[in-house]
């Protein structure tokens, strides 16, 4: 494997920009050869949104970055052609944002808006390749505000995850189904979505969504130093929260991509944190376990024993190396148990 350079022969070239996505669209083509006709699957890649710099004497200089741009642009490897998409509908201006193909269909989430300013946001803008034209989507349910966060326990329908809109990204899984990771705000870590939506019918139906338990972290742990405002972003590269998302069989990686811009070695917070993760694993498990035993023995002795005085508490206090879980009425007393066998 190694790195070549494609060489464009002639114009319309798109102009330098900077945080587009360029994603691969596999384009299904036909071509007719007198009374035949030959049925092809091509790879194009279609670059999007981002913003380039403006002059010098622009007087939207006063901006602290330059406006975001709504560009389409695709390219043909086999012909080495870039083509502009001019679409029927107005689309996003974003820069920054993550984008993933499913079908025909480019999904967009996140990103800086028109003004470089980014935002929370439930909406995913969807360009049709085919039909040239855009449309937005929010995903049904919830609020994205402090205050449904509050409300998490009371109402978790209103609850939806405050996913950055620039260290998010968006992966497909197959036709219809979508996987959204990323940091949680403000001061949560990690995320992961699962959205479901109708390929044969993305427009008109509700794309729902519903979150996904994960294992450990993608983004680094904060320091204690760390700030409300401060960026946690991706292990192992503090700086840079790009990643691709490698398949082999059905195994979905997410690999980070870059270094730390100070070159930084970050050695000793993964092992910090990985000591921590370890330490929360073996306190989980030792209350699975004392839990398990515990309602084995009560149930053998009720078993043997029914016409005995039962005097085992109900509540259980696990403790290990700092960690103490009490947990209270977490047992079924003799009583109950009788009750529920009538």
């Known amino acids: 494997m190694h790195w070549s350079r494609v060489v464009v022969p002639a114009p319309p070239y798109p102009l330098p920009k900077s945080m587009a996505t360029m994603v691969v669209w596999k384009v ?39 406006p975001s741009l709504c560009e389409v642009h695709i390219f043909n490897p086999a012909v080495k052609q870039w083509r502009q998409l001019n679409t029927n509908t107005d689309g996003p201006c974003l820069a920054g944002h993550t984008a993933t193909i499913s079908g025909n269909l480019m999904i967009v989430y996140g990103g800086w808006d028109v003004y470089g300013s980014p935002f929370i946001t439930r909406d995913l803008h969807i360009l049709d390749l085919v039909a040239e034209r ?19 326990l009371n109402d978790p329908n209103r609850f939806y995850p405050e996913l950055h809109p620039i260290r998010s990204h968006l992966i497909t899984l197959r036709e219809g189904e979508l996987l ?37 972290r993608w983004n680094r742990p904060k320091l204690l130093d760390d700030g409300a405002t ?18 082999t069989g059905k195994l979905l990686r997410l690999v980070s991509l870059g270094l730390p811009i100070d070159k930084s070695s970050t050695k000793t917070y993964i092992s910090v944190y ?62 109950k148990i009788l009750e529920c066998k009538k």
């Open 134 to 152: 855009w449309y937005t989507k929010r995903l049904a349910g919830g609020l994205s505000t402090t205050t449904a966060r509050r409300d998490v």
């Open 180 to 216: 959204l990771i990323g940091e949680m705000m403000p001061h949560d870590y990690g995320s992961a979505l699962l959205i479901k939506f109708d390929p044969n019918n993305p427009q008109n139906c509700d794309w729902q969504w519903k979150a996904i338990e994960v294992t450990g």
């Open 28 to 66: 299904f083509s036909v071509f007719f050869f007198y009374l035949n006709s030959l049925f092809l699957f091509q790879n194009e890649i279609v670059l999007y949104g981002g913003f380039r710099p403006l002059p010098e004497q622009s007087v939207h200089r006063t901006y602290q970055t330059p």
């Open 274 to 335: 990985d000591k921590c993760q370890l330490r929360g694993k073996k306190f989980v498990d030792l209350v699975a376990l004392r839990l398990a035993e515990e309602m084995d023995r009560r149930e053998a002795a009720y078993r043997h024993c029914a016409d005995d005085e039962d005097v085992s508490p109900a509540s259980e206090t696990v403790e290990l190396d700092g960690l103490t879980c009490k947990m209270e009425n977490c047992y079924l007393t003799r009583e």
């Open 230 to 247: 401060n960026f946690a972003c991706s292990l192992p590269n503090f700086n840079y929260p790009q990643l691709a998302a490698v398949r």
